[in-house]
């Protein structure tokens, strides 16, 4: 049975894209049954539309306070009875709303090992310091930023004379990959976290 969505964009949306793309391809059993953008000029929000996909985009006054927004996200995904919370690109912390209603079920990407490199420059940060493998996190958001339990990394090389634009297009290309996989495994039932925070896949 095809597990619910609603993805959360600030952006371009290129992982919402793959996520549609999957879906389509039948290798990925989820529908999308919301999109919701923290900006209005996201162009995210013309991919969800393109596929026919219900939009929200909050104010700019509304995020003046985020525990009110994520209130209204919040009520917003319980009302579409969505499963999971996936963070697309969604460069804004969720609160105590998001988390409570859905515990363990709020998923974001990070475009760097973590626990190295945590917030919005993880991509520029690895290169200038120079660390010659960096990759992507899949993990459950917490109630810190960049934290919570780690589901799954894909390692990137860093290779010599690579610019931090190649970097930034490899990185995107296996998150275009990973997150899919990641998600089906949810849709599976395969994932569980134990009383340490700690993830296991099945």
């Not at 049975?1 to 793309?21: H, R």
């Not at 879906?23 to 013309?46: C, P």
Request: hydrophobic content about 45%; charged content about 20%.
């Amino acid at each position: 049975m095809a597990i619910k969505l609603g993805v959360l964009i600030s952006g371009s949306g290129s992982n919402l894209q793959a996520l549609i793309d999957n879906i389509e391809a039948g290798t990925l059993d989820a529908t999308i049954e919301v999109v919701i953008s923290s900006r209005a000029d996201a162009y995210g929000l013309k991919r969800a539309e393109a596929a026919g996909i219900q939009t929200l985009t909050l104010s700019r006054e509304l995020y003046d306070d985020p525990f009110t927004a994520d209130e209204v996200i919040a009520s917003t995904l319980a009302a579409r009875e969505v499963d999971y919370v996936i963070m697309a690109g969604y460069m804004r912390m969720v609160h105590d709303p998001i988390l409570r209603a859905f515990p363990n079920r709020v998923v974001n990407l990070h475009p760097a090992l973590l626990p190295s490199f945590k917030g919005a420059h993880g991509i520029q940060e690895a290169f200038d310091y120079g660390v010659k493998l960096t990759g992507i996190t899949v993990h459950f958001a917490d109630d810190r930023y960049d934290c919570g339990p780690i589901i799954a990394q894909r390692a990137v090389a860093i290779e010599e004379g690579m610019t931090v634009e190649q970097l930034e297009e490899r990185i995107h290309a296996v998150e275009h990959e990973l997150y899919p996989e990641v998600i089906q495994w949810l849709a599976e039932g395969r994932v569980s976290v134990d009383e340490h925070g700690h993830v296991h896949v099945a």
